[in-house]
């Protein structure tokens, strides 16, 4: 009997001592993270030692500023009280330096530091590594085998498909407008641009704008822009393996499969097409192709050329970048002509001057409407469609005003805050489109609607060729106003978006 007991009480033992050492193993990395967590902090707080910011909290940061849809009031404050650049703490570590400075604007857009990893690889499972999250000589040679898509020869045909597609757009308004003189625009708004891009960066043909597919994806893309911005500022989402057991996390893999599967039919489309000889004759003998057709002539030229992989992930990128940006760009631009019809009517009679006896827009009318371009502009600079990127220091930087900071920490370039800081431009918050006007002169980093520096907006000049046609066709047809009663609360995504929408009050011209 006593041997029996003995056998049963040393595995016992053993479990215990077991669980001892596993639980001083799991004591002493405990210690070790805080020692970690404690070092790196100190560490930040050195580096940041010389740019003054608003009080935080040691673990939750400023999490304040971003309660309630106060951020972009926060930034505004933010330029007013600490000059350049303040730290901004997401959490406990975490923690970037936001700049609204256009003189720290250039030095840091003037190098060649890599996308901050910590929060761009969160949109990986989306858009893939394309040009948005590229960096190194992997992102040079994509950018350089994609500049021509960009060429103005390939441009100048798409304003009649940028035409086409807004034309389509302000049809289905009138149909609306015999129930009802408000629309929410936005939405409309980004099915026009995705129309767009689909037929002139990809080579599709039809009406997407009524179609399901495309209001699919379309509101995927919206629900992408919030569970990712949402996953950035979450201390506990930052890990794949914990993020994906959430129900936001879940939903976030649901939105990228829409976003794929649209993507995918694109290019198995084209492909398809492409195995047509007429077809493939008559793209090599173009002097200049189209965005996809580049993608795919690059992998069946060159077998080394781009994996399906890298084929898709260009596609995601751009079919985002292409019809989201453009689309907030749009509507915002039409929410600030609506608030300012004295513009919006100088903006109108200048399009009549040029379109007012059924002309159809040219390429050649885009250089030829100064005060509407500078309408724009000056919308773009009120609602940036980006309202800012970020970077990792790759080696230590030297600001103009001496201040300083190490290699590997993180910088948010604010173009909002930028826009909006009042050393730059005075009275910030008027529209006021003379500050773009031919002889008026700022800083050559005080306007970075597309960003600047070599990894600026590749499709920059496609967008504002596309915001001038819309702008042109919208105010021939329609006069806007605002809603009263909803105004729209402009919060920062990946796009500039609007919290309750984009609503208008249209008026049909005679």
């Known amino acids: 009997m006593s041997v029996s007991l003995l056998s049963l009480t040393r595995p016992l033992d053993t479990v215990s001592g077991f669980l001892q050492v596993a639980s001083l193993l799991g004591l002493a990395l405990l210690l070790l993270k805080a020692a970690q967590f404690y070092w790196h902090r100190q560490w930040l707080l050195k580096a940041i030692q010389q740019f003054p910011s608003p009080p935080s909290h040691w673990f939750f940061g400023h999490r304040q500023e971003f309660q309630k849809g106060r951020e972009l009031q926060e930034l505004k404050k933010r330029t007013e009280k600490y000059p350049c650049a303040s730290p901004r703490w997401l959490w406990g570590s975490r923690v970037s330096l936001v700049v609204y400075d256009p003189d720290y604007m250039r030095m840091i857009l003037g190098r060649s530091d890599p996308k901050s990893d910590g929060s761009y690889r969160l949109m990986a499972p989306w858009i893939g590594y394309g040009l948005l999250l590229l960096n190194g000589e992997i992102w040079f ?55 767009t891009i689909m037929k002139c960066a990809f080579s599709y043909q039809g009406n997407h704008q009524a179609d399901r597919n495309s209001q699919a994806y379309i509101q995927a893309i919206r629900d992408l822009n919030n569970l990712v911005f949402a996953r950035v500022r979450n201390v506990f989402y930052q890990k794949d393996i914990f993020y994906g057991l959430t129900s936001e996390g879940r939903r976030n893999h649901k939105a990228c499969q829409l976003a794929h599967e649209h993507t995918d039919r694109v290019i198995k489309l084209r492909k398809a097409q492409l195995q047509d000889e007429g077809e493939l004759e008559k793209i090599r ?226």
């Not at 920490?409 to 009275?427: Q, T």
């Open 285 to 510: 003998n173009k002097r200049h192709l189209d965005f996809l057709d580049i993608l795919l002539f690059a992998k069946m030229e060159n077998g080394r050329g781009l994996s399906d992989k890298d084929l898709r992930a260009e596609v995601d990128t751009f079919m985002f970048e292409g019809h989201d940006t453009t689309a907030s760009g749009i509507s915002w631009i039409l929410y600030a002509l609506a608030t300012h019809p004295e513009h919006q009517q100088r903006c109108r009679e200048e399009i009549q001057s040029l379109l007012g006896d059924g002309a159809s827009i040219t390429w050649e009318h885009l250089d030829q409407m100064p005060y509407t371009t500078m309408c724009i502009k000056e919308a773009l600079r009120l609602y940036p469609p980006v309202p800012g990127v970020g970077r990792e220091l790759s080696k230590p930087i030297t600001f103009p005003d001496g201040r300083s900071l190490p290699r590997g920490f993180l910088v948010l370039l604010s173009f909002y805050a930028l826009h909006h800081n009042p050393n730059v431009w005075p009275n910030p918050e008027v529209f006021d489109p003379s500050r773009f006007a031919p002889d008026a002169s700022r800083h050559s980093h005080a306007f970075l609607p597309f960003s600047g520096g070599s990894r600026n907006c590749i499709g920059q000049h496609f967008a504002m060729n596309e915001l001038k046609v819309a702008v042109a066709l919208t105010l021939l047809r329609f006069e806007l106003a605002p809603d009263p009663f909803r105004i729209p609360v402009p919060t920062p995504r990946i796009v500039l978006m609007s919290k309750n929408g984009i609503h208008l009050h249209l008026r049909k011209l005679l």
């Open 141 to 195: 040679q994509h950018r350089r085998m994609l500049t021509p898509a960009f060429h103005y020869d390939i441009l100048k045909p798409y304003v009649r498909l940028m035409a086409d597609s807004v034309q389509v757009m302000l049809d289905k308004w009138e149909e609306l407008l015999t129930q009802n003189s408000h629309l929410e625009i936005f939405e409309h708004v980004s099915l026009m641009t995705l129309d």
